[in-house]
């Protein structure tokens, strides 16, 4: 058991490292320069020294190779650099946005467990009945939907709902406000969002409670990356100033420390909540080895 342990946190650096050069390889194959959106911005002109001024100082003057390991430097001292768009510490763009991001996570995990564990459960009890056709269909429903086209829907129940309740529409505000400071209001802000990012994730988890499948149930990266995907579509939508939102716009504006450091970070997240279950695995069944 321990040295199947052992194998599995060695194997969390070479990960890693292909998932750091795969991100890094793939943003510099995007066509575009930052500097000439930095410096066109607003129809301003600028001179050739201008434009090479800019790459300088943000460093993609250097050869791809050195780039790459400063990089991967950087991420292993917890440096992640400046962020190339807005000139802060990409550490501290992420720290502002997180707390919104992981809200909605935790609240849509909630949601979804609580939806998927019993209801999937029942379907399989009521194997072949109108029950389980029910929950099927709820399930696949959930999956088929795209999460943009489910968050404008919910947004507009909510609107035509408030007007025939109290006479003209109503949303709540888009200003995230702490749990802990107003909870009426964090709740409003939050809770469509949670609940439209934990329906689809509902939908995957009945499927996967219902089969019973053990190898689908270890397979952690596959419901990290789900959630993770359906926050990037869902704060788009709701507005949401969150870790999702801001890899969007990192991409659109080409911002490759950002979106690098990003992308780590969601790469740590799954290889790590992957790893966690493994070790428990390993520890509730001694019998799991390497083979």
Known sequence: MHRYIVSRILLVFPTLLGAAALVFLLMRLIPGDICLVRLGSGGT?????????CHAEIGIDKPWWLQFVNFIWGMARGDFGISMWSGKPVIQEIATRFPVSLEV????????????IPLGTISAL???????????????????????????????????????????????????????KDPIRNL?????????????YAAVSMRMTRSAMLEVLREDYIRTAFLIGGLVVTEQVFNLNGIGRLM???????DYTLTQALV??????????????DMVYAWLDPRISLK
């Open 45 to 53: 002109s600028f001179t050739e020294s201008a434009l090479a001024a």
């Open 105 to 116: 996570a935790v609240m849509a995990t909630i949601i979804a467990v609580s939806i998927a």
């Open 126 to 180: 009521k194997q072949n009945t109108w029950i389980d056709l029910l929950v099927r269909t709820i399930s696949i429903a959930g999956i088929a939907t795209p999460a943009f086209w489910l968050g404008i829907i919910s947004i507009l129940f909510v609107l035509d709902v408030s007007q025939a309740i109290t006479g003209r529409p109503w949303m709540p505000s888009i200003d995230y406000v702490p749990i802990w």
């Open 188 to 200: 409003s802000i939050v809770m469509l969002p949670a609940i439209t990012v934990g329906y689809r």
């Open 248 to 254: 969007v716009q990192s991409v659109q504006n080409q």
């Open 264 to 277: 780590m970070l969601v790469v740590t997240i799954a290889i790590c909540s992957n790893l966690a279950v």
